[in-house]
């Protein structure tokens, strides 16, 4: 039997923030579980920003080629997706975003070249998002929810679950705090459970 697919990103610019080291959890919950969980760290790759050129508008393909075509690819052959971002300024970090924004031509493809009516779709894939932010303010998360949800749209994803702590700040916050992290792996050992299912 073939192991469930998931992808993992890690959208953070520190490598051991954490962010990341939630992320890292919910993986090893995953691995745990028997889904094969490829990492991919945005910081590492070549993605231009979506320049706005549409050059997607013949057969909804990215003009610009660069790493984002390979990512695309991975994201789209998976059964889950688990991305972490922190919170920059209530919304998600920039690499984060420039990985979303060059989706624009996935979004051209299904609703202006294929002509997808909206809200039709079918969530083939389901996400689970992560994030950590500084402040304990009530609204801290709207912002990126918002963004989370209409990017898993495009990606015929439903949004499964979300793991949200507030006041993480600096680097090892998260290590006073072990039940966040608890609750990343048995979480990620469910997203595992699943989408196997």
Not at 162 to 189: C, I, M, N, W
Request: with cysteine.
């Amino acid at each position: 039997m073939q192991k469930p697919k998931i992808i993992a990103i890690y959208g953070s610019p520190r490598r051991k923030g954490n962010t990341a080291a939630l992320l890292k959890k919910a993986v090893e919950g995953a691995r745990d579980a028997g889904a094969d969980v490829e990492e991919i760290v945005l910081r590492d790759l070549k993605l231009s920003p979506c320049l706005e050129i549409y050059g997607c508008l013949q057969a909804g393909e990215c003009a610009i080629k660069d790493d984002f075509q390979d990512v695309r690819d991975k994201i789209l052959d998976a059964r889950g997706l688990i991305l972490a971002s922190p919170v920059f300024f209530y919304t998600v970090s920039s690499h984060t975003k420039i990985l979303m924004d060059r989706f624009q031509s996935l979004w051209v493809k299904k609703y202006w070249v294929d002509k997808t009516a909206s809200g039709t779709q079918a969530f083939r894939r389901k996400g689970l998002f992560i994030s950590a932010g500084a402040t304990k303010g009530k609204k801290l998360f709207d912002g990126m929810l918002l963004t989370i949800k209409y990017f898993f749209d495009v990606l015929d994803m439903e949004l499964w679950q979300t793991l949200l702590y507030r006041q993480l700040d600096f680097q090892d916050d998260v290590l006073k705090h072990p039940g966040y992290l608890e609750e990343a792996y048995s979480t990620g050992k469910r997203f595992a459970h699943v989408i196997a299912g």
